[in-house]
């Protein structure tokens, strides 16, 4: 086994084409981790650090950002605004011809979809910006600004959020795997080794116990997620013998593989993105004058408390749903029954067309029902955790789990298909 992965690395850095991608990779991620720690002008750190040391929901929101958010770095929104329009678009795809005809032309319709999505961006940005700022004034954070000041606060927040995304942008086009799950990624990576040190300092002897626990189910997560990701149902296909010109081709059997969780880790990303957006806009309102709004942000801030129950309820409802969403986005069993029946195949007891339509939609169905369900509870098992262990430092680290291991997934798996590429290179030439 060792031997086997020490080849594989071996292949990995003596190819010049895949060098040249980890090390682009690597050199976004030193620069990411540069802007992280380059903070906006006439923010008091002291007191910003010490309001997160007293919200849990905040210190979520800043492992989401990848610490840029108690730094109060020029990246501090992070990729929210980005994701929130993602999903805005997506969901605008469903359900207008046009966005969704558009999505299905290959490379032009990504690229004008993503445009989309960049324009939806900028007013997303502006307006959380604001609503930082006031959420900051309130606080006592940033003191009284002139108008040009405001701007120039505002404007380097939005700067910072399309230069992430510019990253992202790069990362997917001259590196290694989508470049914004794998910001995500380096964000929480960087981030763990801080909320472990903080784990440290005050654990006791009576928390050793705790930590061996949580460290133990970590290890588990870990392992089904991995599990989970890699279960494939496989649907034998038949293809019976056919002549096409003047050759004979003879039949053949192949099969379409299905994989128990066909999102990965985007329903985790846009989950965390709705689940966070009550609290944020009660923060934001409870300090109104009006006591009608004052009253509806202390509801939504105590209603949707991290640690509380309604919280992680709707954490785990987003999750199922848009495990569903985005499984119904990505795989089409219209065309691939068509596909199937244009090159003579069917699947063995089922009716070509129609019925291998709705034989395949209801074995997607199956097994997104169980991957959904796992992710969600995967999704708040941290939470739960913490209540019998106490850390509740960890449940960060937890939830970021899942997106680290899905990200480290899908990344070694397009290492190992562009490895697999260059070995039948030289059958080519």
Same mark, same amino acid.
Not at 52 to 71: E, M, P, R, V, Y
Not at 331 to 336: R, Y
């Given at each position: 086994?060792?031997?086997?992965?020490?080849?594989?690395?071996?292949?990995?850095?003596?190819? &010049?084409?895949?060098?040249?991608?980890?090390?682009?990779?690597?050199?976004?991620?030193?620069? +990411?981790?540069?802007?992280? *720690? @380059?903070?906006?002008?006439?923010?008091?750190?002291?007191?910003?650090?010490?309001?997160?040391?007293?919200?849990? *929901?905040?210190? %979520?929101?800043?492992?989401?950002?990848?610490?840029?958010?108690?730094?109060?770095?020029?990246?501090?929104?992070?990729?929210?605004?980005?994701?929130?329009?993602?999903?805005?678009?997506?969901?605008?795809?469903?359900?207008?011809?046009?966005?969704?005809? %558009?999505?299905?032309?290959?490379?032009?319709?990504?690229?004008?979809?993503?445009?989309?999505?960049?324009?939806?961006?900028?007013?997303?940005?502006?307006?959380?910006?604001?609503?930082?700022?006031?959420?900051?004034?309130?606080?006592?954070?940033?003191?009284?600004?002139?108008?040009?000041?405001?701007?120039?606060?505002?404007?380097?927040?939005?700067?910072?959020?399309?230069?992430?995304?510019?990253?992202?942008?790069?990362?997917?086009?001259?590196? %290694?795997?989508?470049?914004?799950?794998?910001?995500?990624?380096?964000?929480? !990576?960087?981030? @763990?080794?801080?909320?472990?040190?903080?784990?440290?300092?005050?654990?006791?002897?009576?928390?050793?116990?705790?930590?061996?626990? +949580?460290?133990?189910?970590?290890?588990?997560?870990?392992?089904?997620?991995?599990?989970?990701?890699?279960?494939?149902?496989?649907?034998?296909?038949?293809?019976?013998?056919?002549?096409?010109?003047?050759?004979?081709?003879?039949?053949?059997?192949?099969?379409?593989?299905?994989?128990?969780?066909?999102?990965?880790?985007?329903?985790?990303? *846009?989950?965390?993105?709705?689940?966070?957006?009550?609290?944020?806009?009660?923060? +934001?309102? !409870?300090?109104? &004058?009006? =006591?009608?709004?004052?009253?509806?942000?202390?509801?939504?801030? =105590?209603?949707?408390? &991290?640690?509380?129950?309604?919280?992680?309820?709707?954490?785990?409802?987003?999750?199922?749903?848009?495990?569903? *969403?985005?499984?119904?986005?990505?795989?089409?069993?219209?065309?691939?029954?068509?596909?199937?029946?244009?090159?003579?195949?069917?699947?063995?007891?089922?009716?070509?067309?129609?019925?291998?339509?709705?034989? @395949?939609?209801?074995?997607?169905?199956?097994?997104?029902?169980?991957?959904?369900?796992?992710?969600?509870?995967?999704?708040?098992?941290?939470?739960?955790?913490?209540?019998?262990?106490? @850390?509740?430092?960890?449940?960060?680290?937890?939830?970021?789990?899942?997106?680290? !291991?899905?990200?480290?997934?899908?990344?070694?798996?397009?290492?190992?298909?562009?490895?697999?590429?260059?070995?039948?290179?030289?059958?080519?030439?």
């Amino acid at each position: 086994m060792l031997k086997k992965i020490r080849d594989k690395i071996r292949l990995l850095f003596n190819d &010049p084409a895949i060098k040249r991608k980890i090390i682009f990779t690597l050199m976004i991620f030193l620069f +990411f981790r540069f802007f992280a *720690f @380059l903070p906006v002008p006439a923010i008091d750190i002291a007191k910003l650090k010490a309001l997160f040391a007293q919200s849990q *929901f905040l210190s %979520l929101l800043d492992i989401f950002s990848g610490g840029t958010l108690i730094n109060f770095s020029v990246m501090a929104l992070g990729l929210n605004p980005y994701i929130n329009a993602s999903i805005i678009i997506q969901l605008l795809s469903a359900m207008i011809p046009t966005l969704e005809k %558009l999505s299905k032309e290959g490379e032009y319709g990504r690229a004008k979809i993503n445009q989309y999505t960049r324009y939806l961006t900028l007013p997303l940005t502006f307006v959380q910006a604001i609503g930082i700022f006031i959420l900051l004034k309130n606080q006592g954070i940033v003191g009284v600004m002139s108008p040009l000041e405001f701007f120039s606060f505002i404007l380097t927040m939005v700067a910072g959020t399309f230069i992430l995304i510019w990253f992202g942008e790069l990362i997917s086009e001259f590196g %290694l795997g989508n470049g914004i799950s794998l910001i995500i990624f380096a964000g929480i !990576v960087g981030r @763990l080794p801080i909320v472990l040190s903080q784990t440290a300092t005050v654990a006791t002897p009576e928390t050793i116990f705790s930590v061996v626990v +949580f460290v133990a189910l970590s290890i588990a997560v870990i392992a089904s997620i991995v599990f989970i990701n890699e279960a494939v149902r496989k649907i034998p296909v038949y293809y019976a013998k056919r002549i096409k010109g003047n050759r004979l081709y003879s039949g053949a059997t192949n099969f379409l593989p299905l994989k128990l969780n066909q999102a990965g880790v985007i329903p985790i990303i *846009f989950a965390v993105s709705f689940v966070l957006m009550p609290q944020l806009v009660g923060n +934001f309102i !409870v300090y109104s &004058p009006n =006591s009608a709004l004052s009253s509806i942000g202390r509801f939504l801030v =105590s209603f949707f408390s &991290p640690e509380g129950f309604f919280y992680n309820f709707f954490y785990f409802v987003l999750v199922i749903a848009f495990t569903f *969403f985005y499984t119904v986005v990505v795989f089409n069993p219209q065309k691939i029954s068509e596909e199937i029946q244009k090159h003579g195949g069917f699947i063995p007891g089922i009716r070509p067309g129609l019925a291998t339509k709705q034989f @395949l939609e209801k074995i997607v169905y199956r097994i997104t029902t169980v991957g959904a369900v796992f992710l969600g509870l995967v999704a708040v098992m941290p939470v739960l955790v913490s209540k019998v262990t106490g @850390l509740t430092n960890l449940v960060i680290g937890g939830t970021g789990i899942l997106i680290v !291991v899905s990200v480290v997934l899908e990344t070694f798996k397009k290492i190992e298909a562009q490895l697999v590429m260059k070995s039948y290179d030289r059958f080519v030439k």
